[in-house]
């Protein structure tokens, strides 16, 4: 995962408005209608994260419609499961460091108390 720090891609008004009637003004995450004509704000937004996917995020099959506020909680998620995704990369490949907290022991398997019918462990 590398993050781009390349700037990226501008549109010019003429070709926002393209982009708008090229995708018929739905918002492609809610499938609603964006009503831009009553101030409602939308942006063209990268499906697959720039975060995730690097310099072919600005390619156009990778770029959709969407309300702002669509956007912002797709990207809120989208930087959640990014977060988490680095924590556990980073867990599996030992970079994180040892806990500063002394370890608790782990308790001894209790023995079960009660059953329908004795349980046999297979393990
Ligand atoms: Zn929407």
């Not at 995962?1 to 926002?16: D, V």
């Not at 009553?38 to 697959?48: C, F, K, L, R």
Request: proline share 7%; aromatic share 6%; charged share 30%.
């Amino acid at each position: 995962m590398t993050f781009n720090p390349a700037p990226r891609r501008k549109f010019t008004t003429l070709q926002r408005a393209a982009f708008f009637r090229d995708h018929g003004g739905i918002c492609y995450l809610c499938g609603g209608k964006i009503n831009a004509a009553a101030g409602e704000a939308w942006e063209i937004e990268h499906v697959i994260a720039r975060e995730i996917m690097g310099r072919d995020a600005d390619e156009d099959s990778n770029l959709a419609l969407a309300h702002k506020k669509c956007h912002a909680s797709k990207t809120a998620q989208d930087r959640r499961t990014i977060a988490k995704s680095n924590q556990v990369q980073a867990k599996h490949i030992g970079a994180r460091p040892p806990s500063r907290w002394p370890q608790r022991p782990k308790s001894p398997r209790r023995e079960q108390h009660s059953a329908t019918r004795p349980i046999v462990r297979t393990s």
